[in-house]
C-alpha cells in the first residue's frame, strides 16, 4: 500500500507501507529533503532482502512520522536506515512502523 505520511514536517510520497519487512528504510534523495546534517546518523548494520545481495546503509537515524491531519493526527519517532539503493519508493515502512502506530493494514479496504 502506498501512502504519503509528514517525516520531519515533509511530506513524503512514495512511502511503501509493508507489514511483512522488518525495517524502516528511507533513500537518500528523500533524506536530503528532509534538511538532516549527516552527523545525527548513527552506525547501522547491513541488511538484505529489499535488493539482491547486501544493503550497507549509510546510518540509521530516529525521524518524527506523522499520518493523518491537522484535525485528528498521530506522531512518532521511527528508526530509520538511511539507504543508497535504487528503489520506485522513497520509503518504506516496516512492522517496526506500524507496531509503533499500533496500525494495522486490510488489502481489501486498502487502509
Do not use: W
Not at 5 to 18: E, F, H, Y
Not at 47 to 70: A, K, M, W, Y
Not at 72 to 77: D, G, K, M
Not at 91 to 107: D, E, N, Q, R, S
Amino acid at each position: 500500500m502506498l501512502c504519503t505520511p509528514t517525516i520531519c514536517n515533509v511530506a513524503v510520497t512514495k512511502t511503501l507501507i509493508d507489514g511483512g519487512a522488518g525495517l524502516n528504510v528511507l533513500s537518500v534523495d528523500a533524506f536530503s529533503l528532509l534538511h538532516v546534517t549527516h552527523g545525527r546518523l548513527s552506525p547501522s548494520k547491513p541488511f538484505s532482502g529489499v535488493v539482491d545481495g547486501s544493503t550497507n546503509p549509510l546510518g540509521q537515524i530516529s525521524l518524527s512520522i506523522t499520518f493523518n491531519t491537522r484535525d485528528n493526527y498521530r506522531i512518532e519517532l521511527i528508526n530509520f536506515d538511511i539507504v543508497c539503493i535504487d528503489l520506485p519508493y522513497n520509503a518504506i515502512l516496516g512492522y517496526p512502523a506500524l507496531a509503533k502506530f499500533v496500525a494495522a493494514t486490510h488489502p481489501a479496504y486498502n487502509l
